[in-house]
T-cell receptor, first 115, second 117 residues
């Protein structure tokens, strides 16, 4: 079965510092996509970053970057220069390219950015 | 781009009544729309997947007759909770994946909080 594991239920970081959120996944597929979504207190789910499994280059979006280790099935998210607005639940998710686009979700990491 | 709206954002209804929630992709055509339910401090639970013009595919354990899904066009899907009961109270979220571009990526609506009295 395909699974996504986020081993850090809660994390905190000081404003302007860097934090890394962990995510591992399990699949036997070779073609898939990985995502980090952010859900702030408003509960709007926001796409943070997307990674295609066939690309070795790590995706980046401004202050957000990933460390994608395909062999280790690891997909961590690094947030640089943390801002108060980064306070949110962060979900790691996986989709098998041939599986009707159903997302497999991790349980989430609650990140608090402290002033 | 890739904006998804949901209406209403919150609704309170009496037990036994039906509630309809609309999900619209505002600036793209959606091949597939998804309906989720989220309990407090938990991840999203997929309820069903719908493709325009086709019957929805429900996840195991989701009552088809209770949660009616209609995907009438490439920009609109609706979820109707029929004969709602207090245990149906929850946060419902829809998402849509685009016909073009990153077809594997889901874009989410802001959610609907349903309270059944």
């Amino acid at each position: 079965a395909q699974t996504v594991t986020q081993s850090q239920p809660e994390m905190s970081v000081q404003e302007a510092e860097t934090v890394t959120l962990s995510c591992t996944y399990d699949t036997s597929e070779s073609n898939y996509y990985l995502f980090w979504y952010k859900q702030p207190p408003s509960r709007q789910m926001i796409l943070v970053i997307r990674q295609e499994a066939y690309k070795q280059q790590n995706a980046t979006e401004n202050r957000f970057s990933v460390n994608f280790q395909k062999a280790a099935k690891s997909f961590s998210l690094k947030i640089s220069d943390s801002q108060l607005g980064d306070t949110a639940m962060y979900f790691c998710a996986f989709v098998d390219a041939g599986n009707n686009r159903k997302l497999i979700w991790g349980l989430g990491t609650s990140l608090a950015v402290n002033p | 781009g890739a904006v998804v709206s949901q209406h209403p954002s919150w609704v309170i209804c009496k037990s036994g009544t039906s509630v309809k929630i609309e999900c619209r992709s505002l600036d793209f055509q959606a091949t597939t729309m998804f309906w989720y339910r989220q309990f407090p401090k938990q991840s999203l639970m997929l309820m069903a997947t719908s493709n325009e013009g086709s019957k929805a595919t429900y996840e195991q354990g989701v009552e088809k007759d209770k949660f009616l899904i209609n995907h009438a066009s490439l920009t609109l899907s609706t979820l109707t909770v029929t004969s709602a009961h207090p245990e149906d109270s929850s946060f419902y979220i829809c998402s849509a994946s685009s016909l073009q571009g990153y077809t594997d990526t889901q874009y989410f609506g802001p959610g609907t909080r349903l309270t059944v009295l």
